[in-house]
């Protein structure tokens, strides 16, 4: 089919103040062959939309291109078809309103640099539609049912709301009943106003409610033993007592809750182990659901209880985070105390108390409780005295001295771990010993480099790992702050405590928030278009196998496990699994990964397209690789408050710095460009990164580069890579006019007239 180009250009929010329009018109047309170009004030008004929609119609256009405000305006009002491409191309955040008008130069006008720069935008944006197809959704059959993996609070709730939508829902529970920890509970925190009284916990009636439900299927005593495929897809091999199943979901929630800190490290610090009155608050708490609370050393009841908060919480050395909960838990304990025994005193023995919003109520109800002691400070010893009594000393304290509490008991409120958590070292030598082939010496082939030991939940066929890859501490999110619920296994969703320490009613709301994520997901794999960040996205990758020599870097460095491989290592593509991200296309060497609409072949047209001064005219040119997610959005803020970049920058937005292809940089070496400066999300322990590792691996392969630069004799500088958050916006022109200058100072590519 021929490609049919109407371009459209605003005039309006100061663009025609900085660029003759008509002139501009006028060249691209002549010298890119659009078949109608068009200029209006408002491109985003009803009566132009209209008219494109009309244009689109009669001259049977199959590419548009818009060229106007960001694309990040009006997202859904330039939409023509499926069949219809349409290109956006920044005229005004990239031209007009970030180009100095007072830049100094030696030509004779100076508004040729804006005419230089918009012509230049435009031939991209036809080279980019030149080369792009239309994309073809992914058909496949799918199945909309729902999985969820754990019976607790988090589940039933996911469960129930699953089922409430319409969607048939099979809970899988290890458990005999239903429940998870509230079954352990005497009690749980305030739900409801005035939030100052516990309440009963909710397993019963939210276990009944998931029992009466017609679309909910329910298998206790039961694990999860396989999980094999894509979302719509997922063929789960269900393990209950000596039989097995194979049943075929669409989305899976993972509600498998938390396990206490291991007490048992804390035996030098506060006598767990060592000393027979120091139980931990899981033991308080089964003592209480028994309604016996005793000292382990005599079953006598104690007359004074002492309760240490953060029991190896928010300490390096044993558990570095704040398990949220802990604080309440202990609060709702000394209650327990004065309830059963109201001649007994509680010691409560804090850093901080943690209570939260309406739990603010429920810790001066405790405060308000007659025989209940609050005090802060360090413990810096724990002692047995006489009659198996303990001493408990504390340092920086509000009285600023040392003090020292007695008590006949003593409760170390430890934190919470996800299930999901892995002693890495311990699972590394168990794989050794269970497969010779994992050893260091052994074969590699069916594992991933970076794969992660898995906890054995879902049991996953994926080549990256058996389970759901994790945060720090264990915690299988994607992303804590942006993604909630999301993990890095499309179609899978982690819920209640197994994704971050809570109390049952965030865990409540956590089922709720996971379960729409779910049907989300099936409903998007009906469809054949992808989840976040590329919402809706229907490209997918294409393979050319024929040209691919199995060095598995694809497979390796896909963030969210989309490729598996054969014996040989050959990628095998599993398109439901795959977020559109464009990693594999910048991981291969071959460059046989492409998109219909972003390829290297697209990148190396539209770089080609740009024009290249002579060394002599003393004009240079940079490019500037942008990822979509935060760098553009942060220069499309900078460019709202009018900050100003040099006027020798050409910008190309990418899916991901890590979808950079070093070839991208090979090319623009090649044409001229003096400097590449790739601007990428933040990497690291607090990675901003919406691909998880794109900015990470964008960073790796700048060691490939390097070494390009060195054997070409090219300045390392030329070629560099910078990361910024979006709050970071003010920072981004900055950034790039330093590179601007730091290159200039080098001077041009000596490439440059080749």
């Known amino acids: 089919m021929d490609t049919k180009i109407g371009l459209y250009i605003c005039s309006g929010c100061g663009i025609k103040d900085a660029i003759d329009i008509e002139a501009l018109s006028s060249t691209v047309d002549e010298e890119l062959g659009c078949k109608l170009c068009k200029i209006d004030p408002l491109l985003c008004g009803d009566e132009c939309q209209a008219q494109i929609k009309s244009d689109v119609e009669t001259e049977e256009l199959n590419r548009v291109i818009i060229a106007g405000c960001s694309g990040r305006y009006f997202a859904d009002k330039f939409d023509f078809g499926g069949d219809v491409l349409v290109d956006r191309v920044p005229m005004r955040e990239f031209v007009a309103w970030t180009i100095d008008p007072d830049f100094k130069t030696d030509m004779d006008e100076a508004d040729e640099l ?25 058909q496949e059959e799918i199945s909309k049912d ?10 039933m709730n996911a469960a129930l709301a699953a089922a409430n939508a319409g969607y048939n829902v099979v809970i899988v529970e290890k458990e005999a009943d239903l429940g998870g920890w509230s079954r352990k509970f005497k009690a749980v925190l305030p739900q409801a106003a005035p939030y100052r009284e516990l309440q009963k916990p909710p397993h019963t009636e939210l276990a009944k409610a998931v029992n009466d439900n017609d679309k909910i299927r329910v298998l206790t005593s039961s694990t999860v033993a396989k999980t094999a495929g894509q979302p719509g897809q997922f063929d789960v091999t269900i393990q209950n007592g000596d039989g097995k199943e194979t049943i075929r979901m669409g989305a899976i929630v993972q509600a498998t809750g938390w396990l206490p800190y291991d007490p048992t490290k804390l035996v030098d610090k506060y006598g767990y182990g060592k000393f027979k009155n120091v139980v931990t608050n899981i033991a308080m708490e089964e003592m209480a659901l028994d309604n016996k609370i005793a000292r382990p050393s005599d079953s006598v009841a104690p007359k004074s209880i002492a309760i240490i908060h953060c029991a190896g919480s928010r300490d390096k050395e044993f558990l570095p985070y704040c398990s949220a909960v802990c604080c309440r838990a202990a609060l709702k304990q000394a209650l327990y105390v004065r309830e059963m025994m109201p001649d007994t005193d509680v ?35 724990v002692a047995e005295g006489d009659d198996n009594g303990l001493t408990i000393t504390l340092d920086e304290t509000l009285l600023g001295e040392k003090i020292s509490i007695d008590a006949d008991m003593l409760v170390l409120a430890t934190g919470m771990v996800p299930s999901t958590f892995v002693d890495a070292e311990a699972a590394v030598e168990e794989e050794k010993e269970a497969d010779p082939e994992t050893s260091e010496n052994g074969d590699e082939k069916s594992k991933a480099a970076g794969a992660e030991a898995g ?35 499309t179609g899978i969703y982690a819920a209640g405590t197994v994704r971050a320490p809570m109390d049952m009613g965030m865990a409540k709301n956590d089922g709720l928030g996971a379960a729409l994520k779910a049907i989300q997901s099936v409903e998007t794999a009906s469809r054949g278009v992808a989840v976040h960040p590329r919402s809706g996205e229907i490209d997918i990758p294409d393979f050319f196998m024929q040209r691919c020599t199995q060095c598995k870097r694809c497979t390796e460095d896909c963030p969210f496990g989309a490729l598996d491989e054969d014996e040989k290592g050959t990628p095998l593509p599993n398109p439901l699994r795959c977020r ?34 002579e060394e002599d005219d003393e004009r240079p040119r940079y490019l500037v690789f942008m990822c979509e997610n935060d760098a553009v959005p942060a220069f ?8 100003k970049i040099t006027p020798w920058i050409r910008i190309i937005p990418v899916r991901c710095i890590g979808s950079v292809n070093t070839v991208f940089i090979a090319d623009a070496l090649s044409a001229g460009f003096d400097g590449i400066l790739m601007l990428g999300c933040k990497r690291g322990d607090d990675y901003q990164c919406h691909y998880i590792r794109g900015s990470e691996l964008g960073d790796y392969r700048m060691e490939n580069v390097r070494e390009k630069l060195k054997q070409l004799v090219l300045e390392p500088e030329r070629v560099q890579i910078m990361e910024v958050e979006l709050s970071d916006w003010h920072r981004v022109p900055e950034l790039i006019n330093d590179f601007a ?10 490439y440059k007239d080749f």
């Not at 499309?636 to 900050?643: L, M, S, T």
Request: aromatic share 12%; net charge negative; with cysteine.
């Open 580 to 613: 559109r991200c464009g990693i594999c296309l910048g991981a291969c060497p071959e460059r046989i990964i492409t998109f219909k609409e972003y390829s290297p072949n697209i990148v190396a047209q539209m770089i080609k397209s740009i024009s290249m001064p």
């Open 455 to 489: 906890a054995n939940i879902l049991n996953l066929t994926y080549r990256q790992g058996t389970d759901l890859p994790t945060l720090k501490y264990g915690f299988p999110d994607s992303h804590f702050i942006c993604f909630p619920y999301e993990t890095r296994r």
């Open 347 to 381: 010691y409560l023995l804090y850093k901080d108390i943690r209570a939260p919003g309406v739990y603010e109520q429920f810790y001066e109800r405790v405060q308000e409780e007659e025989g209940i002691y609050l005090t802060k400070g360090e413990v810096v010893e």
């Open 636 to 643: 499309d803020i900078a460019a709202w408050y009018r900050h």
């Open 741 to 750: 200058e730091e290159v200039n100072d080098i001077g041009p590519n000596p």
């Open 114 to 138: 804006y005419q230089e720069l918009a012509e230049d935008y435009l031939r991209m944006s036809v080279a980019k539609m030149k080369n792009s197809e239309p994309p073809v959704p992914t």
């Open 146 to 155: 729902i999985l969820v993996v754990g019976g607790g609070v988090a589940g």
